[in-house]
């Protein structure tokens, strides 16, 4: 240990801490610019993207046989027995209305011929 020698041996480099803080702005301000730059690249290029998405995608367009295929779907679920009128009401946006078509296709396959005499005494 007594033969180190008791110097200075690290050296700063000239004007090195007046000019430190321009540096380290200099630095910060051209990464900003880069990070700014990179994110509205980044920006336009999911844009370009989406729209490239939505333009040609062809499972926007709604499916003619949609109704249709539910329609049967629905039906095969109620002959099987998994679901009766109950559930189909609860599905439905609107249940009043499809009560109503129910009812009416319903009341189209009664025969009412002769059987007037059993409503005449009724009260509506």
């Not at 509205?40 to 499972?59: E, K």
């Not at 599905?91 to 009043?96: A, G, H």
């Amino acid at each position: 240990m007594q033969n180190i020698p008791k110097q200075d041996i690290f050296r700063t480099p000239e004007e090195y801490f007046e000019n430190l803080p321009k540096k380290t702005l200099r630095r910060y301000k051209a990464e900003k610019t880069k990070q700014i730059w990179l994110a509205g690249l980044s920006a336009a290029a999911v844009l370009v993207l989406g729209l490239i998405l939505a333009v040609f995608n062809p499972t926007t367009g709604e499916d003619p046989n949609f109704q249709s295929n539910l329609d049967e779907t629905v039906e095969l679920y109620i002959q099987a027995g998994y679901w009766n009128e109950e559930d189909v009401l609860s599905l439905s946006e609107n249940p009043n209305e499809l009560l109503d078509i129910m009812l009416s296709e319903e009341w189209e396959q009664l025969d009412l011929s002769g059987r007037e005499e059993i409503f005449e005494d009724e009260i509506y």
